[in-house]
């Protein structure tokens, strides 16, 4: 600080911009940032918040993350010991990212099965059988058809 910001009579200890923000204008702003906060900790204490989907993020990307997870560790939700074997007690989990993305896996699975009258549930029904659908849709082309009749036709005796 200059002495000549100061003044001659002025405590250098005391900063000379004060007066630009008075303490009594700052209060109201507090408490109304502390009535705010409590509010919103009520709301959220009280239940009212959004519930979270358990059946949302179920789709091929979650899929191959579990399968790997599944080649690398096996059963990554199983319990380590202090020297490194799974033997059922208590310990250290293997991997606990791929142990969540296991759960979530389990989960999807049971949302897959799930039985949603209405459309009251945000389900993806091909969870983790996307393939095998399209196989089984290739199965029930023209063509597919076609080669399936002729074959049926002679082996029914039509001479075909």
Known sequence: ?????LGSNADPSFPYYRHLFPLSHIAPCVMKFSVAAAALLAVVASGMSVDQDPCAGCDESLAQAYQACARDHGNPCAERDENGL????????????CCLKKEKHDRCLQCASMDCQFATCNVNKRYYSERTIVEKLKGQTKEAYAKFDKAAMKAAGWGL
């Open 86 to 97: 799974v033997t059922g007690a208590p310990g250290e989990k293997k991997d606990v990212s």
């Open 1 to 5: 600080f200059g002495s000549s910001r």
